[in-house]
């Protein structure tokens, strides 16, 4: 069956990092109980520094998923619920609307709230987390929209949802996932960096030496790493740094979690679950989503910045998912989705 993985696996992948390609890609499967790993490019070009799987790359919104579990755990533990408005954490949202959403409806993106391009003048690297609370308090929706009734991907839901939890629990987002998170599953590479003056990724030399220069769609660099302005990083959605390494750990504790705490085992598996049908073939759960393909049911998060690209794919039925980490922009990764793993689950 290995050797099946490996041929399925390089097959679809290779084609996508060939050497006139920008950047590189760094891969992790876990299918019949075993990790294996696929690691194509240079994490910097110009100083032909090949990817590894401790390569750390930047998540982008990947990291949603460590917010929902942070949720998911509360919830378990009796902390907070679902249900809970928002207001109730942060009362200085008194807007008709936002007032009334709640907790659930920000991890399961059916807030209504939008992508932070339909909320000018935010993003903008001046703007600071009082407009954020100011522009919630205006916001009105589209016409016929209410609180949890349609499914509309957004940043800002995620935004206010690291607030909720950093005013719930009284420390910063970074310090919730690595104490509840990372620390238990043994993640020792991925972290939130910390926050200079101008608001951009602190980076230590160490850390520098392992982590990727980001580059575009068409090969320019952009960057250095960490230098990519995350305007969401007062309240934050992306700028979570890991390797496939980490991130196959993560891969096992979701798909096989028996040796991990069983709350946060718990917790993963309600962020899987579906909570809103789109339609028959897309659904969402808590950062999840969920595509019925032909005879397979994936749930999967991709993620992308403009230096950046991400997936984390899971076949639970299965127990097999996989990890694409990329530094480039609009890296094709629905080849997980639509292709490699309906190919591994027919294995």
């Given amino acids: 069956m290995q050797a099946q993985i490996q041929d399925i696996v390089t097959a679809e992948l290779a084609p996508t990092t060939t050497a006139t ?6 891969a992790a499967v876990y299918a019949g109980g075993r990790l294996a790993f696929f690691n194509y490019g240079f994490a910097d070009d110009a100083a032909k520094r090949p990817i590894t799987p401790d390569t750390r790359f930047n998540l982008a919104s990947l990291r949603k998923i460590f917010e929902a579990t942070l949720v998911a755990l509360g919830t378990g533990r009796g902390e ?10 942060l009362p200085e949202l008194r807007g008709d609307y936002i007032s009334r959403v709640t907790i659930g409806e920000l991890v399961t993106h059916t807030s209504g709230l939008l992508l932070p391009t339909d909320h000018p ?8 987390r009082d407009q954020f609370i100011a522009m919630l308090n205006a916001w009105t929706p589209h016409a016929g929209e209410q609180p949890g ?5 957004s940043h800002a839901g995620y935004v206010l949802l690291q607030l909720v939890l950093e005013r719930r629990y009284g420390m910063p987002i970074g310090v919730l996932i690595d104490n509840r998170i990372l620390k ?3 993640m020792t590479s991925t972290f939130i960096p910390e926050r200079g003056e101008d608001n951009r990724a602190v980076m230590t030399p160490q850390i520098m030496q392992r982590v990727v220069q980001g580059y575009s769609d068409q090969g320019v660099p952009i960057g250095p790493p960490g230098n990519q302005q995350s305007y969401y990083d007062f309240a934050g959605t992306g700028q979570m740094f890991s390797s496939a390494r980490d991130l196959g750990i993560f891969l096992r504790a979701c798909l096989d979690g028996a040796v991990i705490d069983p709350d946060l085992r718990a917790a993963l598996e309600m962020t899987e679950r579906e909570s809103f049908r789109v339609d028959d073939k897309f659904g969402q759960a808590m950062a999840w989503e969920h595509v019925r393909l032909d005879g397979v049911t994936v749930v999967d998060k991709p993620g992308g910045l403009n230096n950046a690209s991400a997936y984390l794919g899971l076949v639970p039925a299965r127990k097999l998912g996989i990890v694409l980490l990329a530094n480039r922009g609009e890296y094709p990764h629905e ?13």
């Fill in 149 to 153: 009734k349609q499914r509309i991907y």
């Fill in 21 to 26: 390609d920008p950047g590189g890609l760094a």
């Fill in 335 to 347: 080849i997980a989705r639509y292709r490699i793993l309906p190919a591994l689950a027919r294995l």
């Fill in 184 to 186: 238990p599953l043994g």
């Fill in 121 to 128: 003048p935010w993003p903008d690297q001046t703007f600071s």
């Fill in 80 to 89: 907070l619920r679902l249900d809970d408005p928002v207001s109730k954490y």
